[in-house]
């Protein structure tokens, strides 16, 4: 089973809980794989429409290049899929995926010899969130701040600036920042992918931004 990733967006949906419903009275995640686990294999596309966006932008985020996260994603639906019985919480079906992504991207990112930058202005811009809360002169949460660097790139070059700056973070502050800041996953998603706890999360996020304020203090 090959889902196809989609080629056009890269963007996750913004602000959607891990495990709910994509629309009124459909099933929950854990539904889901609980139905694909009984034979029923048309619900594990259901979960690829699900989380497919997402888990193509996290990649995406990591590797820096469309075609290598749209390989990625696809390879981490089918790892998946095969290794859906070892997954003992059906509703964290989301953060489990995210983490399979995740490890994925970063082992290809390690045994690729060489990498093709593209340009990131559009992906590692501000979000609508905090557009949102830009313009209505507030915060969306306690990460989206006016200066925090993940939400103030306007060009290519600052885009560029970013990704290897997110490159020389730890593993664990790089993925939350991409997760939680950037792709603005629930933090109890980005705990579930990542293995910690929701405390550790706001850490790693903490200290990461604060990195990446020094990384780019010359350009910020």
């Given at each position: 089973?090959?889902?196809?990733?989609?080629?056009?967006?890269?963007?996750?949906?913004?602000?959607?809980?891990?495990?709910?419903?994509?629309?009124?009275?459909?099933?929950?995640?854990?539904?889901?794989?609980?139905?694909?686990?009984?034979?029923k294999r048309a619900a594990f596309d259901d979960l690829v429409r699900r989380y497919q966006r997402q888990a193509v932008?996290?990649?995406?985020?990591?590797?820096?290049?469309?075609?290598?996260?749209?390989?990625?994603?696809?390879?981490?639906?089918?790892?998946?899929?095969?290794?859906?019985?070892?997954?003992?919480?059906?509703?964290?079906?989301?953060?489990?995926?995210?983490?399979?992504?995740?490890?994925?991207?970063?082992?290809?990112?390690?045994?690729?010899?060489?990498?093709?930058?593209?340009?990131?202005?559009?992906?590692?811009?501000?979000?609508?969130?905090?557009?949102?809360?830009?313009?209505?002169g507030g915060s969306s949460d306690w990460m989206s701040q006016s200066g925090d660097p993940a939400h103030l790139l306007?060009?290519?070059?600052?885009?560029?600036?970013?990704?290897?700056?997110?490159?020389?973070?730890?593993?664990?502050?790089?993925?939350?920042?991409?997760?939680?800041?950037?792709?603005?996953?629930?933090?109890?998603?980005?705990?579930?992918?990542?293995?910690?706890?929701?405390e550790a999360i706001k850490w790693h996020v903490f200290q990461g931004r604060k990195k990446l304020k020094e990384l780019?203090?010359?350009?910020?």
């Amino acid at each position: 089973m090959e889902p196809q990733a989609n080629r056009e967006s890269h963007r996750a949906p913004a602000a959607a809980e891990a495990g709910s419903p994509t629309q009124t009275g459909s099933p929950t995640d854990g539904a889901l794989v609980e139905q694909v686990l009984a034979g029923k294999r048309a619900a594990f596309d259901d979960l690829v429409r699900r989380y497919q966006r997402q888990a193509v932008a996290v990649s995406y985020r990591l590797l820096g290049n469309s075609h290598d996260a749209q390989e990625v994603t696809q390879d981490a639906f089918i790892k998946a899929y095969s290794s859906l019985a070892t997954l003992q919480k059906p509703e964290a079906f989301g953060g489990w995926l995210m983490r399979i992504v995740s490890n994925l991207s970063l082992n290809y990112r390690r045994s690729r010899k060489t990498r093709s930058q593209l340009p990131l202005d559009d992906l590692l811009g501000p979000t609508e969130s905090a557009q949102q809360a830009e313009a209505a002169g507030g915060s969306s949460d306690w990460m989206s701040q006016s200066g925090d660097p993940a939400h103030l790139l306007a060009s290519q070059e600052m885009g560029r600036k970013l990704q290897a700056a997110l490159a020389q973070l730890p593993e664990k502050q790089r993925l939350a920042i991409v997760m939680f800041t950037i792709e603005e996953m629930p933090q109890k998603q980005v705990a579930e992918a990542l293995n910690c706890s929701v405390e550790a999360i706001k850490w790693h996020v903490f200290q990461g931004r604060k990195k990446l304020k020094e990384l780019l203090k010359d350009h910020l």
